[in-house]
Nanobody
């Protein structure tokens, strides 16, 4: 089985920084996509930043130039460095991944969400 383990949320002042981490655990063969979404109260979940299947990155317009997604392939981990935070960034941030993993020598496609981590930005 594959799990997405998130860490790094918390509270920051506007203009400050936070860093999120998401590790995919299990016998991962390959990662198709992996990245971050967020959902504020009474709003739809939205893309923040992701690595696509081809390895490129997509960012929401609202975070371009301030947030950076990176990854450590050896650890099956992605990071989201969030700088110049705004109060509008206050949300629950969810990691999402689509992976191929080994289960009893069978390749299994798996798509899942992490449990979410709260980010709160105060003015």
């Amino acid at each position: 089985q594959v799990q997405l383990v998130e860490s790094g949320g918390g509270v920051a002042q506007a203009g400050g920084s936070l860093r999120l981490s998401c590790a995919a655990t299990g016998i991962i063969v390959s990662i198709n996509t992996m990245g971050w979404y967020r959902q504020a109260p009474e709003k739809q979940r939205e893309l923040v930043a992701v690595f696509t299947k081809g390895g490129s990155t997509n960012y929401a317009d609202s975070v371009k130039g301030r947030f950076t997604i990176s990854r450590d392939n050896a650890k099956n981990t992605v990071y989201l460095q969030m700088n110049s935070l705004k109060t509008a960034a206050t949300s629950v941030y969810y990691c999402h991944a689509e992976v191929l993993y080994d289960r009893a020598r069978r390749l299994i496609y798996f798509a899942s969400w992490g449990q979410g981590t709260q980010v709160t930005v105060h003015s």
